[in-house]
């Protein structure tokens, strides 16, 4: 493995688009780089986003990546990771209650 130096630590692995967030459009951004990649050009990620883009560390950014960072997503949208700080919450509970009651 290359070591780098990581200035950008604040943000997780998988962030590759650096908002914070770890969803779709990482995904779609580590397609676009890999298909970039494919066709010779520059993958227009800085090295730091090669890195958290390059999900399984195999030195390489290419659609398995994007599959797992993809997968990653999912599971932090479903609540299955520990940090999710998801702001999609159901609003509708109040309602229920009371006729519950
Ligand atoms: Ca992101
Ligand atoms: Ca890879």
Partial sequence: MTSLNLSAEEYALEDVTEDNKVNALDAA?????????????DSGLTDAQFLRADYNQDGNVNASDASGILVFSAEQG???TENS????????????????K
């Avoid at 951004?29 to 050009?41: D, E, P």
């Avoid at 700080?85 to 109040?94: A, G, H, I, L, N």
């Fill in 85 to 100: 700080d998801s702001p999609v919450e159901e609003t509708q509970q109040d309602d229920d209650d009371f006729w519950v």
């Fill in 78 to 80: 479903a609540g299955l």
């Fill in 29 to 41: 951004r580590v397609l676009t780089a890999s298909a970039n990649i494919g066709s010779g050009q």
